[in-house]
């Protein structure tokens, strides 16, 4: 059992930055891929960014140039920094963790709100 946690999350206005964290604990002590989602009211849940084993990464096209994926020391943390936030980036978001096996674990989930 993975659980995976999300802190960092919060209100920030136009153009600010927010760095989110995602610490996992269970079972699993390193995964094939871990990552951000986010939804926004209305819409689907998109890709933010996926850091996979092995050094590669997947950004979604709305945060490309703004948004950076890392991983920690441990292999079992995932950061997300949002440089330039934008109105249309405020979202719940979730983190990802993919295991070996391909088992797909969720974070709950944390509010990003970009306003004046």
């Known amino acids: 059992q993975v659980r995976l946690v999300e802190f960092g999350g919060g209100f920030v206005q136009p153009g600010g930055s927010l760095r989110l964290s995602c610490a996992a604990s269970?079972?699993?002590?390193?995964?094939?891929?871990m990552g951000w989602y986010r939804q926004a009211p209305g819409k689907q849940r998109e890709l933010v960014a996926l850091s996979i084993s092995g050094g590669n990464t997947n950004y979604g096209d709305p945060v490309k140039g703004r948004f950076t994926i890392s991983m920690g020391n441990a292999k079992n943390t995932v950061y997300l920094q949002m440089n330039s936030l934008k109105p249309e980036d405020t979202a719940v978001y979730y983190c990802k963790a993919v295991s070996w096996s391909g088992t797909a674990d969720w974070g709950q989930g944390t509010q990003v709100t970009v306003s004046s």
């Open positions: 269970g079972s699993a002590l390193s995964f094939y891929a």
